[in-house]
Nanobody, 125 residues
């Protein structure tokens, strides 16, 4: 079971990037899949997730209106379109997948048990 993240890079403030996460090894159609990020000396935080059953997304307040998450390829690929990037978006971005767990919210990183390697996003001012 693997999640392979790609698409990070260096961009100027106001620019755009698209992250991609390709899942393999099992079918993730029933899984929540999403993105977390971790900036230096900060805790890992949720960015956006998309549900497997309904396809409905949820976003951190800090990225609402700027980022869009979607699924493709029979739900085994998750895309994160990031527009109007800000320097505070600079972080290592991780994709994650997990089945819904009673009592664990969509933004709780412990609700996700499959993680990809990180991809670095750097936004210059």
């Amino acid at each position: 079971v693997q999640l392979q993240a790609s698409g990070g890079g260096l961009v100027q403030a106001g620019g755009s990037l698209r992250l991609s996460c390709a899942a393999s090894g099992r079918t993730f159609s029933g899984y929540r899949m999403g993105w977390f990020r971790q900036a230096p000396e900060k805790e890992r935080e949720v960015v956006a997730i998309i549900r497997g059953s309904s396809g409905s997304p949820s976003y951190a307040d800090s990225v609402k209106g700027r980022f869009t998450i979607s699924r493709a390829n029979a739900k085994n690929t998750v895309l994160l379109q990031m527009n109007n990037l800000k320097p505070e978006d600079t972080a290592v971005y991780y994709c994650a997948a997990g089945l819904p767990v009673l009592g664990r919210s969509w933004y709780d990183r412990t609700a996700y048990d499959v993680w990809g390697q990180g991809t670095l996003v750097t936004v210059s001012s």
